[in-house]
């Protein structure tokens, strides 16, 4: 019987090489913030500010905001 593949190469390790995935397939536009778990878009207009927040159990697990500030 065939062994089935996995994605994820060790779950120890499975957010930081989602977010360097992200960081790679993004080409410049974001980066990491820190040490912390967190990105950063690179270039935000002026006057606008956004917002990614991360979480939940179900497919919905990402939820993005953008605001003018005034």
């Known amino acids: 019987m065939k062994h089935a593949k996995k994605i994820i190469n060790d ?7 989602l977010l360097e995935g992200l960081i790679e397939a993004c080409h ?3 980066r990491p913030l820190g040490h912390v778990q967190a990105l950063v878009k690179t270039d935000i ?9 991360g ?9 993005t ?6």
């Not at 779950?11 to 090489?17: A, D, L, Q, S, Y």
């Not at 207009?45 to 927040?53: A, D, R, S, T, W």
């Not at 905001?65 to 005034?70: K, L």
Request: proline content about 6%.
């Open 55 to 63: 979480g939940g159990a179900d497919m919905n697990r990402s939820f």
């Open 28 to 30: 410049g536009r974001i």
């Open 65 to 70: 905001a953008s605001s003018e500030i005034a």
């Open 45 to 53: 207009p002026k006057g606008k500010v956004g917002l990614l927040i």
């Open 11 to 17: 779950p120890r390790n499975v957010v930081n090489e």
